[in-house]
């Protein structure tokens, strides 16, 4: 349904626009009618650009995103438009999905206005009060500002907003990073609920492997835009080979977790992305480099069992 | 404090409004016999040298006041606020150029266009308000493009584009109402800041033309008659400064109640 | 043995939309050298519990009760002797690293000023502690931390520096407020370990929080906060092993690490609070007693304290 083919984008900052910033680096999957991707990376890494690339957002600077069938880069604005509401977006920030000046409801009901989907106010108000029910909202709320609600209340509206056109797709950028822990668990369950209902696929971006575990089928892990590893769920879990999955796998605190010894330190900070180094990108803070690291880069290779890994170390050929 | 404006500004508008019914006499209606004459009961306010009333032309003075300034700000308004909002929004070339004609503003005193403007139009108030209005439209213009160039960042207004929303509704549904709270209030400000400016103007010959009763020339004609009555300027005078004044109070409590509104106390 | 005890408080913002009952007739001891966590979620009180204790509220709060430390009553102290322990015997690490710091003033100087007012020394001194303190945290002074500004820091690195700045005149008592709040998985392992090394120092620290797992790696006890009181009190392995409250369950078993299974309903309205046990309208095991009656805590085991009429014999 989603095909990401060679995907990326290159900022470009400076005053000659002479350093530059690879967000996204060569990255190409694919994603089902139904199925959930997870999209795992720290902060930086270029997972919400992805997500943002996908829906054209922004403007890629190389690659194509295939939509059905239709690459999303070749066709016209006016069709991009007509396809717009099939391809959605949750963001990670209550406080700022929803416009302040606008009360709730006329927030929901924006997209049936302008795509012109409803006939009569009516009609507009039995659809919204189904879809308040559907994600279990208050519907005193619909006469409120944003400001009056909680965040939890505020994604559940944003979710109503999409849901008036039925999406296809869905990009899920860390919509619960800013909720408390409960709150999150609701607003997860719902989606879960809502897709199984409503068939539609979903990019799930977070940086919270657990959180992920529960949501997706297949993962992806990004470091510095690039995947590193990519796999199906549980294969990531049991058996994950990249060193930077295997760091983020030990650093993901658990009360769960047995012991401390087997936390991997991972040390130092993200490294910039401007103007990046030949090589691999993790080899400053990887702790199994070898010299081939600093020198070559390593590709995604197929390690069998469509589990994906690009890491000299664990090169099957 | 607020009002206090309200009700000085309130004052002015019936003032202006019912003209013609309160004002005890015709503000051109000369009688040389009655001229330079004190404060009476027929002439509440005196007579000028021309023996017209003083008091109905503060009266009538008030109607073109308030007109001039609330046609310059609401054009200036009208203006910056498109400008700036298509500048920030779209960025690139179309920013560019309007920051340009920006800055060429800035740099051209509006007095000397005012000028230029009486030497080709002839002085009025014509020239008075299309020089103030080229000038005036910069301060919004720039207060705007900072707001809209923060508020377009925020996720609603991605939800917006990615929901299909086109640019235009984009602009004046959605970054429009997030960034005009400052403009409002910039604008009650600058409303008394051009009623005295106006005056100035008629007060240098370049905007009212005889015989017409705004304040800012009746106190250049009162000005040969400080000493013997001083009334001509002090009435005239007096009603400037309330105006001014009440707008200015209107615009501080503005901002105030504006304010506030932003702050929630959030109990974690 | 006990450092500070907050004594049936009681704190009520007064508002426009109404009284927000924010802490109500709340009791809680921290032991001297103990790591306290004080879980719960937006909403419940726990941040207005810590900013309390550092008598840093608003002016439109109505506060009852008292908080017990050194022999004195903090709320009955002038605000002059206050400022005299803040910083120094109390000391806050506050949220946001963002906004917590001043954006013009360089890091280092933000330390030092610290060391400045409270050590009484002068600034050459101050700043050559202030660099110690930095480097202690892996900070390389020389390069980076000290002559930075705030923005040119990563978030990771700008709570460190919060941390720093909450130790540098050695108090006995820390709050941490939210720590780790909108860090990454690798970032939020690295700050669990400088806040780690705090505590091994013999001092005590109030550990507020809604992440239950950093609780777990940081607590020797844990205090679960629900609608401006505490439900249940215990040494963290017994509140993760056999945790008591339903609502300590439902949110153990929320956690991504465990079943992500949501507890149904909604917080509730600090203006508008429900008879009874707070949390009685969610409790899938609630009885006719919980609608009516303010349970009392219980022990239920050994130092683990539940406030439920579950656990009540009587």
């Known amino acids: 349904m989603i095909k990401a083919d060679n995907l990326s984008k290159i900022f470009y900052s400076g005053i000659f626009k002479k350093c530059y910033t690879k967000a996204v680096d060569n990255v190409s999957f694919e994603i089902e009618k139904g199925q959930t991707f997870g999209l795992v990376g720290e902060s930086g890494c270029g997972k919400s650009t992805l997500g943002r690339l996908l829906l054209r957002l922004i403007e890629p600077t190389a690659g194509k995103v295939f939509f059905n069938g239709m690459n999303l880069f070749d066709i016209r604005k006016k069709e991009l438009q007509r396809l717009r509401p099939k391809m959605q977006i949750i963001f990670q920030n209550p406080e700022s999905s929803l416009n302040p000046r606008m009360k709730v409801y006329d927030s929901i009901a924006e997209p049936l206005r302008i795509h012109k989907v409803i006939r009569s106010r009516e009609e507009e108000k039995e659809r919204i009060s189904n879809l308040i029910e559907m994600i279990n909202l208050n519907p005193e709320h619909l006469g409120r500002y944003p400001h009056e609600l909680s965040g939890g209340e505020i994604q559940r509206v944003v979710m109503a907003r999409i849901l008036t056109m039925t999406p296809e797709f869905l990009v899920a950028d860390e919509p619960t990073s800013s909720l408390d822990v409960s709150v999150q668990a609701q607003i997860l369950a719902l989606m879960k609920e809502l897709q199984h209902t409503l068939g539609f696929g979903c990019l799930f971006i977070s940086h919270d492997l657990n959180l992920v575990r529960h949501m997706s089928d297949r993962i992806a892990v990004m470091y510095l835009g690039k995947f590193v590893e990519v796999a199906n769920t549980g294969e990531i879990f049991k058996g994950a080979v990249h060193p930077y999955t295997q760091a983020l796998l030990s650093v993901t605190l658990s009360s769960n977790s047995v012991s401390e010894e087997q936390r991997m330190t991972v040390e130092g900070e993200v490294a910039s992305q401007v103007n990046p180094s030949s090589g691999c990108k993790f080899y400053p803070r990887c702790p199994r480099a070898e010299e081939i690291c600093l020198e070559l880069e390593p590709s995604l290779q197929d390690m069998g069992n469509g589990h994906l890994a690009a890491c000299h170390l664990s090169d099957p050929g | ?268 | 043995m006990t450092l500070l005890h907050a004594k049936n408080l009681t704190a009520h913002f007064l508002t426009e939309e109404g009284v927000v009952k924010a802490i109500n007739k709340l009791d809680l001891e921290i032991r001297e050298g103990e790591t306290l966590g004080l879980i719960g979620e937006t909403g419940c009180g726990k941040t207005v519990l810590g900013l309390s204790i550092m008598r840093l509220l608003p002016r439109n709060v109505k506060i009852e009760g008292g908080i017990l430390y050194g022999g004195n009553d903090l709320l009955k102290l002038s605000e002059e002797t206050m400022r005299g322990i803040r910083g120094k015997e109390i000391a806050l690490i506050p949220q946001n690293p963002s906004t917590s710091l001043n954006p013009v003033l360089k890091v280092g100087g933000q330390i030092s000023e610290v060391i400045e007012l409270h050590q009484g020394l002068k600034r050459g001194k101050a700043w050559q502690k202030a660099i110690e303190l930095l480097k202690s945290y892996g900070l390389n002074p020389s390069a980076k931390g000290i002559t930075q500004y705030p923005h040119q820091l990563s978030r990771g690195m700008k709570q460190r520096v919060l941390i720093a700045m909450g130790i540098a005149c050695n108090p006995s008592l820390i709050i941490a407020d939210e720590p780790t709040k909108g860090l990454d998985a690798i970032v939020r392992t690295q700050v669990v370990e400088s806040l780690r090394e705090l505590s091994s120092e013999k001092r005590a620290m109030l550990l507020i929080t809604h992440d239950l797992e950093v609780a777990f790696a940081l607590c020797d006890r844990i205090a679960v906060m629900y609608a401006g009181g505490i439900i249940e009190l215990a040494p963290t392995a017994s509140i993760f092993n056999s945790p008591g409250h339903p609502y300590t369950r439902g949110l153990l078993n929320s956690l991504p690490s465990r079943e992500l299974k949501p507890i149904p309903g909604f917080s509730p309205s600090l203006i508008d609070l429900p008879q009874g046990c707070k949390f009685h309208p969610r409790c899938g095991h609630c009885i006719e007693i919980c609608r009516q009656n303010y349970p009392e805590m219980i022990e239920t085991e050994k130092d683990h304290y539940v406030r439920c009429f579950l656990y009540d014999k009587s």
């Open chain 2, 1 to 268: 404090m607020a009002m206090v404006g309200i009700a000085v500004i309130f004052l002015f508008i019936l003032m202006a409004i019912f003209a013609p019914f309160i004002a005890p006499h015709d503000p051109l209606e000369q009688n040389i016999v009655e001229r330079l004459s004190s404060p009476s009961t027929e002439y509440p306010f005196g007579t000028d040298d021309l023996g017209r009333c003083v008091l109905s032309r503060v009266i009538y003075g008030a109607r073109i006041s308030l007109l001039i300034a609330i046609a310059i700000v609401g054009i200036t308004t009208a203006v910056g606020t498109v400008l700036g909002l298509i500048s920030g929004y779209y960025g690139g070339i179309i920013d560019e150029v309007i920051m340009r004609a920006v800055d060429v503003n800035i740099a051209f005193p509006g007095l000397v266009l005012a000028i230029v403007l009486a030497s080709i139009l002839g002085p009025g108030f014509l020239s008075l308000v299309i020089a103030l209005s080229v000038v005036g439209w910069i301060g919004y213009a720039r207060v705007i493009r900072g707001s809209v160039l923060s508020v377009k960042e925020k996720e609603f207004v991605e939800a917006a584009k990615a929901l299909g929303v086109g640019d235009w509704r984009i602009m004046f549904q959605h970054i429009l109402p997030n960034v005009i709270a400052p403009v409002m209030v910039l604008a009650m400000l600058t409303m008394g800041f051009t009623i005295l400016i106006v005056s100035g103007f008629s007060f240098l010959g370049l905007g009212a033309q005889p015989p017409t009763p705004e304040w800012g020339y009746m106190l250049n004609e009162g000005r040969s008659f400080m000493r013997t009555a001083p009334h001509l300027m002090i009435f005239p005078g007096l009603a400037i400064i309330m105006t001014v004044l009440g707008f200015n109070l209107l615009g501080d409590a503005l901002r105030d109640t504006m304010d506030p509104r932003l702050k929630r106390v959030k109990i974690e």
